[in-house]
């Protein structure tokens, strides 16, 4: 039987590894290793561990989103919790996620002010978001630990995906943002950001939001 350290793990960027027969002790156990300000991802489902490094333009196309989702809740006067990428895990279900963001936003008040988040005891993240650059997105496990509503952005596309019956059903616009456009304008503003700029792109987007609820 062969034992490595992690620290003799190398995880190029856009690449992931996977890790089979990693019990729950294990997972715990490279999670605190790793610590908390690190470069990877994890995934973790009944045994098998994910490991993946992110992209450049990965983080920058789940930044500007992030910004865009928290300037519109801004502009409805809604409060909302940003967790980025927490590691949500349930020991029961032996299932653990970071995602690229996440929103507390129906359950704000539920988790607001806590340092620690127990999924066998706190409700789940109402939103996650996943920038599929590497097409790390793991579906079942956020459909497993109950996280409401999923985004997921694939090339110049956002998709969004509504928990129905313990299952994702792709939906035409996001049931937190009803009547709300966000998957025709937020790639519009991306792209803006890439070539004008993020501040400017803010601007617009807070301007097209304003003259929304002017209408």
Not at 13 to 33: I, K, M, N, T, Y
Not at 58 to 82: G, P, Q, R, V, Y
Not at 182 to 195: D, F, G, N, W
Request: one cysteine or more.
């Amino acid at each position: 039987m062969v034992t490595l350290q992690l620290r003799q793990l190398d995880v190029p960027p856009g690449q992931r590894l996977l890790l089979h027969d990693v019990s729950w002790a294990e997972f715990e156990a490279v999670l605190e290793e790793l610590g908390e300000h690190r470069g990877t991802r994890v995934a973790y489902n009944n045994g098998l561990l994910e490991l993946m490094a992110p992209l450049p333009e990965h983080e920058s196309d789940k930044e500007i989103i992030s910004d865009l989702l928290k300037a519109l809740l801004e502009e409805l006067d809604i409060e909302f919790l940003t967790l980025g990428s927490t590691t949500f895990k349930n020991s029961e279900m032996l299932k653990g996620i970071e995602p690229d963001q996440c929103f507390y936003i129906q359950h704000e008040i539920a988790v607001r002010g806590k340092k620690r988040l127990d999924l066998t005891i706190d409700p789940p993240p109402d939103l996650a978001l996943e920038v599929d650059i590497t097409s790390r997105t793991h579906p079942e496990t956020y459909a497993a630990l109950g996280v409401p509503e999923l985004w997921r952005r694939a090339g110049h596309t956002i998709r969004i995906y509504q928990l129905q019956a313990g299952k994702y059903v792709e939906v035409d616009h996001s049931p937190t943002f009803l009547g709300w456009p966000l998957q025709a304008e937020i790639p519009k503003y991306v792209t803006q950001s890439q070539v004008e700029g993020r501040n400017r792109a803010m601007r617009a987007f807070r301007q097209w939001v304003s003259g929304e609820l002017d209408l």
